[in-house]
Every structure is written in structure tokens, then in C-alpha cells.
Nanobody, 124 residues
């Protein structure tokens, strides 16, 4: 079973930007919805955003609305998470995974094929 592969993390100052990438197989993007999650030290993993390919619907948790944008590039079989105006509280390991379909309650849905994650560190 294929797993997601995340990349693009790094260390930035507050107010900076990063773009995370989630590499998936072509079949995955056509068949599943892709979600981004994060886990900060000592905290539970939390949902960040989710994207349905068909139709093209996106969902975000309130803490990142207006700052993060999820998108997909079918030509490269990749899902991106553009993160702007980063805050220290965004510091976490970011993961992507897939599920059957997203909705407003995507944080409660079962996801599979988790990647190893990519570290995002935001300093004040």
C-alpha cells in the first residue's frame, strides 16, 4: 500500500511562509480526498485542512482559515499546503493522509496511509 510522502517543512520566523508538499500516486488523487494534519510536542494530532478532488472542495480548521491554502496538482500527483502568516503556534510535525471524502467534520474521519511527516518550526 502506498503511503504519503511529505516535504517542504523548515524553520521560519513569525509572519513567514512555507509550502508543504504531499506526494501521492495518481490513483490516490483520483480516488481519495487528501488531508493535512499536525502534531505539536505534547499535544494530540489535529486536523488542518482537507481537499476533495471531485468536486474541488476544501475545508479548513478555524485556526488556519485565511492563512493556509490547500491545492492539488494532478500533473505531479501532489497536494500542497501553502502556509502564510505563520505563527509560533503553528509549530508542529505536519502529516498528510487520505480518506474517502472530506466534509466539514473531516477531523473526525478515518484517514489512512500516513506519511512520516515534515517539521515546521516558527519562531517569534
Amino acid at each position: 500500500e502506498a503511503h504519503a510522502v511529505e516535504s517542504g517543512g523548515g524553520a521560519v520566523q513569525a509572519g513567514g511562509s512555507l509550502r508543504l508538499s504531499c506526494a501521492a500516486s495518481r490513483d490516490t488523487l483520483q480516488r481519495y480526498a487528501i488531508g493535512w494534519f499536525r502534531q505539536a510536542p505534547g499535544k494530540e494530532r489535529e486536523g488542518v485542512s482537507c481537499l476533495n478532488g471531485r468536486p474541488n472542495l476544501t475545508y479548513y480548521v478555524d485556526s488556519v482559515k485565511g492563512r493556509f491554502t490547500i491545492s492539488s496538482d494532478s500533473a505531479n500527483d501532489t497536494v500542497y499546503l501553502q502556509m502564510n502568516d505563520l505563527k509560533p503556534e503553528d509549530t508542529a510535525v505536519y502529516y498528510c493522509a487520505w480518506t474517502t471524502t472530506c466534509n466539514r467534520r473531516f477531523t473526525k474521519l478515518p484517514f489512512a496511509s500516513w506519511g512520516q511527516g515534515t517539521q515546521v518550526t516558527v519562531s517569534s
